[in-house]
């Protein structure tokens, strides 16, 4: 992928050296060329990571007063070339630049793809981001300019401090590792939504959304909808395969990234797979709820089987640990903690002889492969993959519990949300709460995971595209509008996406219990994490005096026990917990942070 920066208005040589600065911040997400452009109203940067039209695409991209910087892939160029009329054989920066030129935003409902770009139309300037987030967006208005970006790092080097006031501490606090759509951590600072562009004109703006996910009726029986699913997933993991550049997939031995590399290796000769283990896993990792069996295992037997090379990426764990600093800078604040490191690690592995990789994110969210699909926590209020907001609360400084009422702030972004779900009236009331649902995890938890996906992979050295075919915008569509009946079926998750691989895909795969990204389960990284923490904690200045009870944290440090609730999702338990802690710490040291109250 790319890196893109915008900022409006242009006064002097320098304001023009702290730009080119601010865009370098990017450079890990294009190492391949920069391209600057100048002009009386507009500061446009671009950092490229070449993979389409490699001799051509330089950007900024320019026809005559409009200007392009663009961030992503389009899938379906060959139907948009032909609505321009147009044969050369161009590549898709081009060709949106074009489309962009003859309709303007109108073009928006006729891409299908992952991007985020900066579209300059004379004194107008529009941001736009793909409608489910897969590419980042973040903007800022600072003293009536606007500042765009692909990760919040060069915003803050354009704007010279990084401040969090109390409703960036509840994202962190009651929301983190995930956070609201449209919000971050950082005051001044914001999301752009997915499926949905920003506005500017003359320093005023407005944000509009161009996308939402259609509803209708879907009258398909069970066995059309399996034939459906399995075309339209097979014909988005092809077009996802084109590229100049050669391409290789993730591969957990789950049934998602096994469908794809299946798939990929019927189109292209030996194909290379990468799946992650961690030091330590196979001596003790324990069977639980949802973690039932090793990954490595089958991965190995799905690659044996589709005749792949299947490269394991062993994160030792002091690499492991190390990698927790990295992620703090690729994601601008604290994350997922050793998930994202090793996606880092991982990543690295792959880009020693790949540019791009196909991922299996966003299938659970849209085929109700998480239990909270099926399990009572569907009845519950509030996000489901945060159930332990009033053991968040607890371990706060008292000024801090009172003042930021953690509960209270999740559970009205969760209220919001609900709200904005897309509904079909016809539907039945068990049906509305499975359309809520889904949307609940495409708007929220999907996109903390691509969140995760993009700023790791591209946070790698050389960083890596990661694409993912699950997020393809007719296949969202589809399986939004179909019954949960056919995704829950038999008691088994998923039931709709097994069959329609059934007989492609190995069956020790397709009858294999959905099991998650792995985590570490190193005593050895455990024992570290802590030993961590509480040398952070022996400096009395840390961050978290401010934030918490260090009499309760200390505590938890001692304690023997497991969280009764995870953490976040459905893995991330007290090691999390605490290595989230050490980030924080990190974060608002390396960051320089000012906490605003």
């Known amino acids: ?48 990571l070449s993979i389409v039209d490699l001799n051509g695409g330089h950007q900024p991209m320019s026809l005559i007063n409009k200007h392009l910087i663009y961030n992503g892939e389009l899938y379906n160029t060959i139907e948009l070339k032909e609505i321009l009329e147009i044969n050369d054989n161009i590549g898709d920066t081009n060709i949106l630049l074009r489309l962009l030129d003859k309709e303007g935003m109108n073009s928006l409902s006729k891409l299908n793809g992952i991007y985020g770009f900066v579209f300059v139309d004379n004194d107008i300037v529009y941001a736009v981001r793909d409608p489910f987030g897969v590419k980042p967006v973040f903007y800022s208005i600072d003293n009536g300019d606007l500042i765009v970006s692909s990760e919040i790092k060069a915003i803050l080097k354009l704007k010279g401090e990084a401040v969090v006031d109390s409703e960036g501490l509840k994202e962190l606090l009651a929301m983190g590792p995930s956070h609201s759509i449209g919000k971050t951590i950082y005051k001044g600072i914001y999301e752009l939504p997915p499926g949905c562009y920003l506005k500017y004109d003359k320093n005023n703006y407005e944000i ?52 794809i590399s299946t798939i990929v290796s019927k189109n292209k000769e030996k194909l290379d797979c990468y799946t992650i283990d961690y030091e330590d896993n196979k001596k003790d990792f324990i069977p639980n709820e949802f973690e039932k069996s090793r990954d490595y295992d089958y991965a190995l037997k799905v690659s ?45 592995e792959i880009s020693k002889k790949y540019k791009v990789a196909l991922s299996g994110e966003c299938a659970d969210e849209l085929f109700a492969g998480y239990s909270w699909f099926y399990s009572k926590e ?32 999740a559970l009205n972004e969760y209220e919001n ?12 009331n068990f049906e509305k709460k499975h359309r809520q649902m889904t949307y609940l995890n495409i708007r929220y938890f999907m996109a903390n995971l691509l969140d995760r996906k993009d700023r790791m992979t591209m946070g790698a050295v050389p960083p890596i595209e990661a694409r993912v075919p699950f997020c393809d915008k007719n296949l969202v569509e ?51 994490i802590k030993e961590l923490l509480l040398k952070t904690l022996e400096d009395k200045n840390s961050i978290l005096y401010e934030l918490f009870d260090i009499e309760k944290i200390m505590k938890l440090l001692n304690s023997k026990e497991e969280l009764k609730t995870p953490w976040y999702g459905q893995l991330m338990r007290k090691t999390s917990f605490f290595a989230y802690l050490y980030q924080i710490d990190y974060w608002y040291r390396k960051y320089n942070i000012r906490i605003e109250e």
């Open 478 to 528: 589809f399986l939004y509008n179909l019954p949960f009946k056919y995704k829950y079926r038999y008691k088994t998750e998923k039931k709709l996406l097994r069959d329609a691989y059934k007989g492609i895909v190995i069956d020790d795969v397709i009858n294999r219990k959905k099991s998650p990204y792995p985590k570490s389960n190193s005593l050895v990284y455990e024992a570290k």
């Open 304 to 348: 044996n089987s589709i005749n792949a090379n299947l490269h394991t990426a062993l994160i030792d764990n002091e690499t492991l640990i190390n990698n927790l600093k990295r992620a703090v800078i690729c994601k601008d604040g604290p994350g997922m903690t050793d998930i994202d490191s090793s996606m880092i690690y991982i990543s690295e």
């Open 417 to 428: 949300a609900i709200k904005e779900a897309p509904i079909n009236e016809l539907d039945n």
């Open 1 to 48: 992928m790319c890196g893109i920066l915008y900022k409006s208005s242009f006064y002097s040589k320098k304001d023009e050296t702290l730009f080119i600065d601010a865009l370098r911040t990017l450079k890990h997400r294009g190492p391949d060329e920069e391209g600057v452009l100048f002009t009386a109203s507009h500061m446009l940067g671009h950092e490229r």
């Open 208 to 259: 509009i959304q161009y996308y939402t996910i259609p509803t209708y009726k879907n009258n398909l029986s069970y066995n059309e909808a399996v034939n459906k699913t399995n075309e339209l997933l097979t014909n988005a993991i092809k077009n996802q395969m084109i590229s100049d550049v050669d391409i290789a997939c993730f591969l957990s031995g789950g049934l998602d990234s096994s469908i």
């Open 378 to 409: 569907k009845e519950k209020k509030g996000f489901p993959w945060i159930r332990n907001l009033k053991d968040r609360e607890v371990l706060l400084n008292p000024k801090w519990r009172k003042k930021l009422n953690l509960c209270e702030y």
